[in-house]
Nanobody
């Protein structure tokens, strides 16, 4: 059974940090490009960061200097280190796994991040 399970969300004050994890099972994790996306209430889901199977990373401009995506293929896990969090970072964060068609993409169930004082 294929699963991608996010964890690490929660309530944090502005300026604080959180580290999200997305753990995979039932797949050959190393072949997947991984991405973190987020969706705030009333808004469309947006890309936050990606990391390819080879380790190349990309970031949305809004998080580029504050967030870091990384992966540990031995643990089948992708991480999102979030520093200097702002209220506008509040959203449900999802991980996405994708690779060459026709292998399907997968999404996790999401983890809530709330930045508030």
């Amino acid at each position: 059974q294929v699963q991608f399970v996010e964890s690490g969300g929660g309530l944090v004050q502005p300026g604080g940090s959180l580290r999200l994890s997305c753990a995979a099972s039932g797949v050959i994790f190393s072949v997947y490009s991984m991405g973190w996306y987020r969706q705030a209430p009333g808004k469309q889901r947006e890309l936050v960061a990606t990391i390819t199977s080879g380790g190349t990373t990309t970031y949305a401009d809004s998080v580029k200097t504050r967030f870091t995506i990384s992966r540990d293929n031995a643990k089948k896990t992708v991480y999102l280190q979030m520093n200097s969090l702002k209220p506008e970072d509040t959203a449900v964060y999802y991980c996405r796994a994708s690779t060459i068609a026709p292998i399907p993409e997968y999404w996790g169930q999401g983890t809530q991040v709330t930045v508030s004082s």
